[in-house]
């Protein structure tokens, strides 16, 4: 992403089976985050789960459904 956005460096999109297996992956996440001193600045879509985001400052990560994921298509970035 260095070079084509001003939000961000590095992207990251895994994908989840189900809406309770993207939580735990964004939780993980987040938590494996805090372990390692980066506090997350904001994560988004938490109560739907279908697509979270976990902004990290210079890596922005995307967990999402397969369904969200083809639809979205943001490894075309």
Do not use: F
């Not at 879509?45 to 639809?71: F, N, P, T, Y």
């Amino acid at each position: 992403m260095q070079g084509k956005s001003s939000i961000t460096d590095c992207m990251i999109i895994c994908t989840g089976t189900s809406n309770r297996h993207v939580s735990s992956i964004a939780d993980h996440v987040m938590q494996e985050s805090r372990a390692a001193d980066l506090k997350p600045l904001g994560v988004d879509g938490k109560a739907a789960a279908d697509w979270v985001v976990v902004d990290l400052g210079e890596v922005i990560v995307h967990v999402m459904q397969e369904e969200s994921r083809q639809l979205y298509e943001l490894e075309k970035l």
